[in-house]
Nanobody, 127 residues
């Protein structure tokens, strides 16, 4: 059984930092698209950052230069380092994984295709 478990969310002031983690069991991240997605109240889900099957990273324009996605294959853990947080980053953040060989654009934009999802962790940024 595959499980993705996020942690690290919380409340911070604008300009602060948070590090999200996503621990996987029942699956390894090798040969997978893995990504972070977020959904704010009243808005649709959007891709934030992704690592494609070859290990390349892709970011949404809104977070480039502020967020960094990484993964530790030995620990089966995905991370999202979020710096210079803004109130508009407030959302529920989800990690997701999908098996197969896809490029970065697909991994970031095709959240609806992902097979495995975590339960989400809330990030709240106050001004």
């Amino acid at each position: 059984q595959v499980q993705l478990v996020e942690s690290g969310g919380g409340s911070v002031q604008a300009g602060g930092s948070l590090r999200l983690s996503c621990a996987a069991s029942g699956v390894t991240y090798r040969g997978y698209c893995v990504g972070w997605f977020r959904q704010a109240p009243g808005k649709g889900r959007e891709g934030v950052a992704a690592i494609d099957s070859a290990g390349s990273t892709t970011y949404a324009d809104s977070v480039k230069g502020r967020f960094t996605i990484s993964k530790d294959n030995a620990k089966n853990t995905l991370y999202l380092q979020m710096n210079s947080l803004k109130p508009e980053d407030t959302a529920m953040y989800y990690c997701a994984a999908h098996p197969g060989w896809y490029g970065g654009s697909w991994c970031l934009s095709r959240g609806s295709e992902y097979r495995y999802w975590g339960q989400g962790t809330q990030v709240t940024v106050s001004s």
